[in-house]
């Protein structure tokens, strides 16, 4: 895959760049060879048309008085006629000893973050409780077995978990021999909140967050917002990474980020309150994203074209869900969570020896004028592989004229400019952010789960390395709306029929959890894929960049998804159903992107569908190599 020229490219809105994820280089290839084929084409034959800008010359004022091509126009001839990056180092190869090392090392740069992307699973787990009814109290055995009021719950009476009978007037009745039920009815008791604290139950945590500053009952709003803080600091640190890469280099950031990540989450070790965890939890969500985004771009710029998109499926995505497996079993044989923390930051410790295995970025270098830095790193490579290279590889004059050639400047509300791709901006932005709340709210929720939280946890991150295989695979063959929209609505209505499960059947309730899981994240990691091929070059960066955004804004919901299950054990599936199947619907609206010709500017972008479907013209219908997008979730 070429290169994309400087001044083809967007601005970096998105943390990343526009080469790792955007069909773009392919839309430039098929675009040269079309410009070929026109002017080797015979007089008179329709190829030889004149393009739009050159018809345009010779409406208004003939062949000799042609205006100036455009400057994206003028910018693609010159790439025409100059080698780029991937033209240059092609002696090296695809899949050498250089390459399989870079793959394997920033891969396992971000297994760690499975750890830290889904650690709050059990480190803010919340326990069965009651009150705590002191020992001082004398009471009987009686009146100390009944002191709890009963609730109904799920068909069954439990103990209540925020109030207990005052104690006062129970240690009363207990003195005067009245028995409880018989000669007292407790319904008619008065209740008081846990004035002496809580009894927390060790069958599955032996210690969290929740029971060591009592986030339970008035404070239980504490623990989703832990969760949401979090993703708040992702947030903040995929709008940052990118922009920080590129000025100070993917190299430096990537390990900078990893110490920030391990650092703080060590640091969390020592929190005295709730405050001072959440604040250093936010730091350790911006190093998570950071690191991860990073370690993206790194691999995209470095290995070639058909490694590149195993890199970000069998690399980046598996690597992340092979982290989020092993979180379970640290989490299973280590049940206090200061030492879970530990044992969850040691591994990024391990990762600093890669500093002197992981070179920088070449195409980073060149962009910064630092050719000769840049040419050693392939001469090392070219050794590495064992293969010639070239006395020189990069010529710094033939590099420096793409530079010199602007781009046209773009804004966030081109992307409203028109009602059309204002409507298609809307959906994207709401389809992202559902689908986002649908994935983190059933990953945050296998607590909740019956049976053992750490085998649910851990079977939620193994279904999600299928799911990733088979988003690769229906993207490849098939309609990009209409797999997304099947894969959405299959996920929220098995979630749906979750609350027909008859509560004995439990496994049946989880493998349904499971399969909708597998569905929102085989949608999720298509989402790049079909926003990157709806919008036109100049602004495609920005496109995505925004949807991404937005899929945070999802993650930041969605532990209160998550937090409807205090109310109703049903209620968090059936909102996430109904809405997973909604954008699924509304995913139909789309107009369809594969197998069409990408859009150059706004005005080409295809109509919102309605349903219909929207036949083009045969000339805007041309088929082209299905483009090579790389896949992830984050």
């Not at 207990?174 to 909140?193: H, I, K």
């Not at 602007?406 to 992307?415: C, G, N, R, T």
């Not at 695979?473 to 098995?494: D, E, M, N, S, T």
Request: glycine content about 8%; aromatic content about 12%; proline content about 6%.
């Amino acid at each position: 895959m070429q290169a994309t020229p400087q001044c083809l490219r967007p601005r970096p809105w998105c943390p990343w760049p526009l080469s790792a994820y955007s069909p773009a280089p392919g839309v430039r290839s098929a675009e040269v060879r079309l410009s070929r084929s026109r002017s080797n084409a015979p007089a008179g034959s329709g190829a030889a048309r004149p393009g739009p800008e050159r018809a345009a010359s010779l409406r208004e004022g003939g062949a000799g008085r042609a205006r100036p091509l455009p400057a994206v126009a003028r910018c693609r001839a010159a790439a025409e006629s100059m080698r780029d990056y991937e033209e240059v180092t092609a002696f090296l190869g695809e899949w050498g000893l250089f390459q399989r090392l870079i793959f394997f090392l920033l891969s396992a740069s971000i297994i760690p973050n499975g750890f830290n992307g889904m650690s709050v699973v059990f480190l803010a787990g919340t326990p069965e409780h009651r009150c705590r009814v002191p020992g001082a109290a004398n009471l009987s055995s009686a009146w100390r077995n009944h002191s709890i009021p009963l609730l109904l719950r799920d068909g069954r009476e439990v103990p209540d978990s925020c109030h207990r009978y005052r104690l006062a007037a129970v240690a009363n009745f207990s003195a005067l021999g009245l028995e409880p039920g018989r000669d007292v009815d407790l319904g008619q008791l008065e209740q008081e909140s846990c004035l002496d604290g809580w009894e927390f139950s060790q069958d599955v945590f032996q210690s969290t967050i929740v029971t060591e500053w009592n986030l339970v009952c008035e404070d239980d709003w504490r623990t989703p917002l832990t969760a949401s803080l979090f993703f708040v600091g992702v947030l903040c640190g995929s709008f940052v990474s990118g922009q920080l890469s590129d000025r100070f280099g993917r190299k430096r950031i990537l390990f900078a980020t990893m110490a920030v990540q391990t650092g703080f989450s060590f640091l969390q070790i020592f929190s005295i309150n709730w405050e001072m965890f959440t604040v250093l939890f936010v730091i350790v969500g911006m190093g998570q994203i950071s690191n991860y985004v990073v370690a993206f771009i790194l691999g995209a710029e470095i290995l070639g074209k058909s490694v590149r998109i195993v890199f970000s499926t069998l690399g980046v995505c598996t690597f992340f869900a092979l982290g989020y497996m092993l979180l379970p079993l640290f989490a299973y044989f280590i049940r206090d969570w200061r030492m879970l923390l530990l044992a969850l930051t040691l591994p990024g410790v391990l990762c600093v020896p890669l500093w002197w295995f992981i070179p920088e970025s070449p195409r980073w270098l060149i962009s910064q004028k630092r050719f000769k830095e840049a040419e050693e790193i392939i001469q090392k490579a070219a050794k590495m592989n064992n293969v010639a290279a070239p006395a020189v590889i990069f010529d710094p004059v033939e590099l420096q004229e793409l530079d010199s050639l602007k781009q046209p400047k773009v804004f966030i509300l081109d992307l409203f400019k028109t009602w059309n791709v204002a409507k298609i901006t809307i959906m994207s932005l709401l389809l992202w952010m559902l689908t986002s709340v649908g994935y983190f709210a059933l990953s945050l929720n296998v607590p909740n789960l019956h049976g053992d939280a750490y085998l649910n946890c851990f079977l939620s991150a193994l279904i999600e390395v299928p799911a990733y295989v088979m988003a690769w695979l229906l993207l490849r063959k098939l309609p990009r709306r209409y797999i997304i929209a099947g894969v959405l609505c299959f996920g929220g209505g098995v979630l749906l029929l979750i609350q027909l499960v008859p509560l004995d059947y439990s496994y049946l309730s989880i493998g349904l959890v499971m399969l909708g899981k597998f569905g929102v994240t085989s949608a999720f990691s298509m989402l790049y894929v079909f926003t990157a091929e709806l919008y036109p070059t100049l602004v495609r960066n920005m496109a995505v960049g925004i949807a991404s955004m937005a899929s945070r804004v999802g993650s930041i919901i969605a532990p209160y998804f998550v937090y409807l299950g205090s109310y109703n054990r049903l209620l968090p599936y059936i909102v996430m159903g109904s809405l997973t199947v909604l954008i699924g619907i509304v995913t139909l609206f789309f107009p369809e992107s594969f197998g069409v010709t990408l859009p150059e500017t706004l005005e080409q972008m295809q109509k919102v569908k309605w349903f219909r479907s929207g036949k083009k013209p045969k000339d805007s219908m041309k088929k082209e190599e299905n483009p090579k997008v790389l896949i992830t979730t984050f």
